[in-house]
């Protein structure tokens, strides 16, 4: 039988299968199982082991919480992604187990820590959707602000991205764009997404509201239904994972690339 933290623990890890799960306990960050073993090979740290029930064993290594930046640094430069979960009741008020819930979604795209971040560059998320033989790309640095995106024939979006660097690149699942992995020397983390974050009508309205707009016209992308469909995935990914960065949004640049 499992104890009420292994239970718990299971619950939340069950949301977060696609991040590595820093769950808090005490003056510790703590992972289990396959992260245990993830983050002791990456990080370089002890891999050993906790009873967490009846004649159950599973696999620990933990991380002291005053170094997570530095921890965490490491995670995001190798393209991994991180759920942070904290303790949100005070231990010594609480009856039985700590309320817990993750606080914060770090992916290579969506960070804004000094800590982690090379200030001599930017820190792009982008995002890529092909249709046929045309291709659309939208990239955001949320810590400037700078949000761009473009349409044109597929064949040239392998030079795009390697000329764009991105620290992270969202495809619709099962529709990675020919190349991708030859254009970036396998150095952007790429994070597959339901093909519905890639929706039209879904991404017009994410723009739309993130803007305060009812036409796109201004921004030069109205009648570019694949520049828009990346921009507007992109704006998508920002509400789940950084919520406050899509305010902090100014304008939408649509660049040629003739």
């Not at 510790?28 to 159950?56: C, H, P, Q, V, W």
């Not at 005070?90 to 309320?99: F, L, Y």
């Not at 090379?118 to 790309?137: F, H, I, S």
Request: charged content about 25%.
């Amino acid at each position: 039988m499992s104890t009420p933290a292994r239970k718990q623990y299971l619950r939340i890890k069950k949301q977060h299968q696609d991040e590595v799960l820093l769950f808090r306990m005490g003056d510790f960050y703590e992972t289990f199982d396959n992260d245990a073993r993830l983050i002791s090979r990456e990080l370089e740290i002890a891999l050993t082991s906790r009873e967490m029930g009846k004649g159950t064993r599973v696999p620990l290594a933990g991380i002291p919480y005053h170094a997570l930046d530095g921890y965490l640094a490491k995670l995001i430069k190798k393209g991994y992604r991180v759920a942070i979960c904290e303790q949100t009741s005070d231990p010594a008020t609480s009856r039985g187990i700590v309320d817990r819930e993750v606080v914060r979604v770090v992916t290579p795209g969506t960070v804004i820590e000094d800590s982690i971040l090379d200030r001599k560059a930017n820190n792009y998320l982008a995002a890529a959707v092909t249709d046929g033989n045309m291709a659309g790309l939208a990239y955001v640095d949320i810590t400037t602000s700078e949000f761009a995106t473009s349409e044109f024939p597929a064949p040239q979006l392998a030079v795009e991205l390697a000329g764009l660097e991105a620290a992270e690149l969202l495809v619709a699942e099962g529709h990675l764009p020919p190349d991708t992995g030859d254009a970036t020397n396998g150095d952007v983390s790429i994070t597959p997404l339901s093909s519905d974050m890639f929706n039209e009508d879904w991404a017009r309205e994410a723009l739309h509201n993130a803007f305060g707009v009812t036409s796109l016209e201004g921004f030069g992308c109205e009648r570019l239904p694949l520049a828009v469909r990346a921009a507007g995935a992109i704006v998508r990914y920002l509400e789940d994972h950084r919520s406050g960065a899509v305010g902090q949004l100014n304008a939408l640049y649509t660049y040629s690339t003739e």
